[in-house]
């Protein structure tokens, strides 16, 4: 082989290998979300991090209903794909977690079957967590595997203020 296809060959070994390990560090993190940012006097304000939000936006209740979410309850919500081998990762995680801590209601939502749904909640890989407080509040989120000591802490945080 002559030297540029070998070059081109090691730059494309060295260019996929970071992605993956990119990915595998910034995939299943459980991040916090904060609001929408407010307008004000027709800007966008930034803030400056979770700390600053007051308040994180209620998701409509209907929207819950059409997922299957029950109001008054902390809910890991999963979307997910028939053939997805992550996603069935994630559901015995859940399960493990939900049968630990009975006060946790696992649902898992087909993402195909709920296209409009998944649009707007800005999901856009399976599979995709959301921890919604008892309030509906999505409160963290996860794309990806999380552990399962990172989803006991998220929710431990949550269900001292239940």
């Known amino acids: 082989m002559d030297p540029v296809g070998l070059s081109a060959v090691a730059v494309v070994l060295v260019a996929g290998v970071g992605v993956g390990l990119w990915r595998r560090r910034v995939d299943g993190r459980l991040r916090p979300v904060a609001p929408a940012p407010v307008p004000v006097d027709g800007a966008v304000e ?3 991090g979770v700390e600053d939000v007051q308040e994180i936006e209620r998701l409509d209740p209907a929207l819950l209903a059409r997922l299957g ?5 902390v809910t890991l919500l999963q979307f997910s794909t ?6 069935r990762a994630l559901r015995r995680i859940s399960a493990e977690v939900v049968a630990l801590l009975p006060e946790v209601r696992h649902v898992e939502v087909d993402a195909e079957s709920h296209l409009d749904e998944v649009r707007e909640l800005n999901i856009w890989r399976t599979p995709t967590l959301l921890i919604l407080d008892a309030d509906g509040r999505v409160t963290r989120r996860a794309t990806g595997i999380p552990t399962k000591p990172h989803l006991i802490a998220a929710l431990a945080a ?4 239940v």
Do not use: D, N, V, W
């Open 82 to 87: 028939a053939f997805c081998a992550p996603c």
């Open 46 to 48: 930034q803030t400056g």
């Open 69 to 73: 979410a029950e109001p008054g309850r």
């Open 158 to 161: 949550l269900l001292r203020s």
